[in-house]
């Protein structure tokens, strides 16, 4: 599985779109990125993924670069119950379900 | 339903005791999962169940066995743990291994070997 790159931590107003970074340059063709979630004291949950195409959900948007190095997950309304850890994982898609968790970025919402 | 259970939500045991986690889900799903995660650390695959057969065993110490008695139930027997075992060991599940099935994760059993 390709290696991601996360920024540790980030901040965000309340009301504002959250932008998470995530870079995945060792990517191959035929790897999915794929995003989780952790909010505190509870499991991860799944939120989006996609393969080269922008993705859109109730929950989030996903915006892949041309040359799939890069991705960044978008939150267009931050709420508090947003904060969490963001995980952005790559892998094949039927790859046996195994799921390599990175560090992640911690997001903040503040009021 | 939409949810996986786990229980007990808290487990303190001695390094000589046997205990077992256990995991529950009802949406069907074929494959679970056992991941072991360490206070501000990214959970760790562990054990994955596919068809209740045992297929992904990450050179887990057998001191953690895991058992899948039928397609609703995965258990997670402990034995002769060390200290450094303590953690949240999350339970999750999926439809299957394709790019849409997601995995649902249960809350996590927070153990602690003293």
């Known amino acids: 599985d390709a290696k991601t790159t996360q920024p540790t931590s980030m901040d965000c107003a309340e009301g504002r779109a959250a932008n998470l970074p995530c870079n995945h340059s060792?990517?191959?063709?035929?790897?999915?990125v794929y995003w989780y979630r952790q909010i505190h004291s509870q499991g991860p949950q799944y939120i989006i993924h996609?393969?080269?195409n922008n993705e859109t959900n109730e929950m989030a948007s996903l915006i892949i670069t041309e040359d799939r190095k890069s991705s960044t997950l978008i939150l267009p309304h931050a709420t508090l119950r947003d904060t969490a850890v963001y995980y952005c994982?790559?892998?094949?898609?039927?790859?046996?379900?195994?799921?390599?968790f990175g560090q992640g970025t911690e997001l903040s919402v503040k009021p | 339903d939409t949810e996986v259970t786990q229980t007990p939500k808290h487990l303190v045991m001695g390094m000589t005791n046997k205990k077992s986690l256990k995991c529950e889900q009802h949406?069907?799903?074929?494959?679970m999962y056992w991941y072991k995660q360490k206070a501000k650390k990214p959970p760790e695959l562990m054990f994955v169940?596919?068809?209740?057969?045992?297929?992904i065993n990450e050179s887990v110490p057998s001191r953690f066995s895991p058992e899948c008695p039928n397609s609703s139930l995965l258990n997670l027997h402990l034995h002769a743990l060390q200290p450094e075992d303590s953690a949240l060991y999350l339970c999750?599940?999926?439809?299957?291994?394709?790019?849409?099935?997601?995995?649902?994760f249960g809350p996590g059993t927070r153990l602690t070997v003293l």
């Open positions: 999750a599940s999926s439809q299957g291994w394709g790019e849409k099935n997601e995995q649902f």
């Open positions: 060792t990517i191959s063709g035929n790897e999915y």
């Open positions: 996609g393969l080269k």
């Open positions: 994982i790559v892998r094949v898609g039927n790859q046996g379900g195994k799921l390599i």
């Open positions: 949406m069907g799903h074929r494959a």
């Open positions: 169940y596919s068809y209740e057969k045992l297929s």
